[in-house]
C-alpha cells in the first residue's frame, strides 16, 4: 500500500474571498501529491496545470490549510503518477476553466474537453484511478464538495 495526499488551502485572494463570503468555503483549492509527504502537489490554476509547494503555499500567505491521506494500492498509486506525468508531459494542451468553476457553482453539469479548475482535476484522478467512487461526475465539484465528500470516507486525516 502506498499514500496519496489531497491538500486543501484558502489563497487570501479576491476569488477566495469571494467564494469564502458567499458560500461558506473554508477551502478555495486543493492540489493532490504523491506520498505521504509529498513535496510537490499538482493541480490548475488560472496559468494551466501547475506544479505547486509548500514553499509558494507560505510564500502567498495561504490562511487555512487541510491535508488528507488516502492510502491506495500500488496499481492505484502507478496509474495516478502516470496520468499526472501525460499531464506534465502535455500540459500545453490543458486549459483551466473559469467557465467550469461557475457553471459548477451554478449546478450546470457542463465538462470542457482538456480544461479543469483545480478540484475537477483532482477529483477525476481520484475517480478514474479507483482511488475513492465519487457519487457525482468530477467536474461536479468545487474544493468544499470534494473535501466533504473524501471526509465520508476511511481517510487519515492530518
Not at 42 to 70: D, H, P, Q
Request: hydrophobic share 35%; proline share 3%; charged share 25%.
Amino acid at each position: 500500500m502506498k499514500e496519496i495526499s489531497i491538500l486543501f488551502v484558502r489563497y487570501p485572494d479576491r476569488a477566495s474571498k469571494f467564494l469564502t463570503k458567499y458560500f461558506n468555503q473554508k477551502y478555495t483549492h486543493c492540489s493532490i501529491g504523491l506520498g505521504p509527504n509529498p513535496d510537490i502537489y499538482y493541480s490548475f490554476s488560472v496559468k494551466g496545470f501547475s506544479c505547486e509547494t509548500m514553499a509558494k503555499y507560505n510564500r502567498v500567505g495561504i490562511g487555512k490549510v487541510k491535508i488528507l491521506k488516502i492510502k491506495v494500492t500500488n496499481s492505484i498509486y502507478t496509474f495516478i503518477e502516470k496520468k499526472i506525468e501525460e499531464f506534465k508531459n502535455n500540459k500545453d494542451s490543458y486549459s483551466y476553466t473559469i467557465a467550469g468553476v461557475v457553471f459548477c457553482i451554478l449546478h450546470i453539469p457542463f465538462r470542457f474537453k482538456k480544461s479543469y479548475f483545480c478540484s475537477s482535476f483532482v477529483a477525476e484522478l481520484l475517480d478514474i484511478s479507483k482511488a475513492i467512487k465519487l457519487k457525482k461526475k468530477a467536474y461536479r465539484y468545487l474544493p468544499y464538495e470534494l473535501l466533504q465528500e473524501l471526509s465520508c470516507n476511511d481517510l487519515v486525516n492530518v
